[in-house]
């Protein structure tokens, strides 16, 4: 059974930058396809970034440019480094293995 556990979430001022972090156990990380999503209050879930056990990467197109996504095989973890912060990104980060695991997320709140 995969488990994920986020964190590194918060409060920071629009323009600011957070990095999340996603530590995985019970698969062969190196493996896994992995993806953060984020969910919005009253809104759908949607996937922000991607990437997979080869290291090709994938970001929406609201998150271009600002966010990067990377891994750690060595360390079971994956990052989502978030630059530029807009108060449309607050929502709760969800980190997902394979598009079947999931984590309990992390809370980003940007004020403007």
């Known amino acids: 059974q995969v488990q994920l556990v986020e964190s590194g979430g918060g409060l920071v001022q629009a323009g600011g930058s957070l990095r999340l972090s996603c530590a995985s156990s019970g698969s062969i990380f190196s493996n896994n396809h992995m993806n953060w999503y984020r969910q919005a209050p009253g809104k759908q879930r949607k996937l922000v970034a991607a990437?997979?056990?080869?290291?090709?990467?994938h970001y929406a197109d609201s998150v271009k440019g600002r966010f990067t996504i990377s891994r750690d095989n060595a360390k079971n973890t994956v990052y989502l480094q978030m630059n530029s912060l807009k108060p449309e990104d607050t929502a709760v980060y969800y980190c997902?293995?394979?598009?079947?695991?999931w984590g309990k997320g992390t809370l980003v709140t940007v004020s403007s």
């Open positions: 990437i997979t056990s080869g290291g090709s990467t």
């Open positions: 997902n293995a394979d598009f079947e695991y």
